[in-house]
């Protein structure tokens, strides 16, 4: 079951902050949001994760919403490497649950 | 994706043969998930295993799919009797022991993952 809503493709031009949102309505407390991408025939890379405060690292920035039902990630300055499907997941930051990827949204970095 | 090893990148097998898939975890990671990604989907949980035990089996097909990860060696993803619908990127993931309430999940390391193409 999809926890998560993305929209299914963003484009944003090359040196401009890209902006990727995500609903999670459903989010337990105990859960975090976690970002992922995946690079053109690559395996996932990991970006960045949070529960309620914003974090920030050398990748990007997660800005969680005070009702944590919304999160949107930002690339602050978008280049050509950064085209990949992000990937926008809850997790419960302890135990032996897995990572359930959704069809997550294809980000197109334009010259 | 430095650190978690997948063989071969690619692997070409005829219908009715069997796949191997190896997963070396990066060092000190004892938890190996697999995945696989069908073309133009997302990717799909199959299995997670600890050294010598599986711990969820829940997305893996009933039949002809297999996984072990032995005491020494790789973790393996076994595949008998392919067929052309099991071609796709096999991807397999590590990470160290479980979180717990005390030790923070920091995600997963991916790696570059195995193409199988059934002909």
């Known amino acids: 079951d999809a926890k998560t809503t993305q929209p299914t493709s963003m484009d944003c031009a090359e040196g401009r902050a890209a902006n990727l949102p995500c609903n999670h309505s459903?989010?337990?407390?105990?859960?975090?949001v976690y970002w992922y991408r995946q690079i053109h025939s690559q395996g996932p890379q990991y970006i960045i994760h949070?529960?309620?405060n914003n974090e920030t690292n050398e990748m990007a920035s997660l800005i969680i919403t005070e009702d944590r039902k919304s999160s949107t990630l930002i690339l602050p300055h978008a280049t050509l490497r950064d085209t990949a499907v992000y990937y926008c997941?809850?997790?419960?930051?302890?135990?032996?649950?897995?990572?359930?990827f959704g069809t997550g949204t294809r980000l197109t970095i334009i010259p | 994706n430095a650190g978690v090893m997948q063989n071969p990148r690619h692997l070409v097998r005829r219908r009715g043969q069997e796949a191997r898939l190896r997963c070396s975890p990066m060092?000190?990671?004892?938890?190996v998930y697999w995945y696989r990604q069908l073309p133009e989907e997302g990717l799909k949980f199959m299995v997670y295993?600890?050294?010598?035990?599986?711990?969820?089996e829940s997305g893996m097909p009933k039949e002809r799919f297999s996984a072990e990860f032995p005491k020494e060696g790789p973790s393996i993803l076994r595949i008998q009797q392919v067929v052309r619908g099991d071609s796709a990127a096999y991807f397999c993931?590590?990470?160290?022991?479980?979180?717990?309430?005390?030790?923070?999940?920091?995600?997963?390391?991916f790696g570059s993952g195995t193409r199988l193409t059934v002909v």
């Open positions: 993931a590590s990470s160290p022991n479980p979180p717990s309430s005390t030790v923070p999940f920091h995600g997963y390391t």
């Open positions: 459903t989010i337990s407390g105990n859960e975090y």
């Open positions: 949070g529960l309620k």
């Open positions: 997941i809850v997790r419960a930051n302890f135990g032996n649950e897995k990572l359930t």
């Open positions: 060092k000190g990671h004892s938890h």
């Open positions: 295993l600890q050294k010598e035990n599986i711990i969820d």
